[in-house]
């Protein structure tokens, strides 16, 4: 954040969520030492409302995580048409489509994130194609519809296996 501020003048940022207290305050403390670091807020547990309420006011979601699996606020920022930039951990493969829904940048690699948010902050057409992408995606993989259906499909397919006898050898 030190590096993007020194460039884009005003820049500000959210950390969304909770952790261990003393893992926060470490953070906290270590922001007030670098440039732009007061522009960073720490918000907290938000409602659902709330986050969607963030992820209207437009910006780039980022999530430079050392583990991940498949999370849902991935999903949410996609849905409300954020490009994002995370680090390619877990199944953020298959939820981020790289350099077409935002980037994936490789973990405990502070230049290629700061240059894939560089990217997105001074390209307007960028940030719009890869947040309008990301709705696409949602839409086309979250849409709960389209998840019931598929479960739907699941659940009919272990009953026709059920009904055929090929659970019962499988077990």
């Not at 207290?21 to 670091?37: D, E, H, V």
Request: overall charge negative; aromatic content about 8%; hydrophobic content about 40%.
């Amino acid at each position: 954040f030190s590096f993007l501020s020194q460039k884009w003048e005003g820049l500000s940022g959210y950390v969304i969520g909770t952790g261990p207290a003393g893992y926060i305050n470490q953070l906290k403390q270590m922001l007030s030492s670098i440039p732009g670091g007061s522009q960073i807020e720490f918000t907290g547990q938000l409602m659902r409302e709330e986050i969607v309420e963030l992820f209207s006011k437009g910006g780039i979601f980022c999530l430079p995580s050392y583990i991940e699996n498949s999370p849902n606020t991935v999903m949410e920022a996609m849905a409300a048409g954020l490009p994002v930039v995370a680090t390619d951990v877990g199944n953020l493969r298959l939820m981020v489509e790289d350099q077409t829904s935002g980037y994936l940048v490789q973990r405990c690699s502070i230049e290629p994130l700061v240059d894939a948010l560089s990217r997105i902050l001074g390209d307007d057409d960028l940030h719009f194609r890869f947040g309008h992408r990301g709705r696409e995606i949602a839409a086309e993989r979250w849409n709960p519809k389209i998840v019931a259906q598929k479960h739907m499909a699941m659940y009919y397919n272990v009953l026709d296996c059920i009904s055929k006898g090929a659970m019962r050898t499988a077990l």
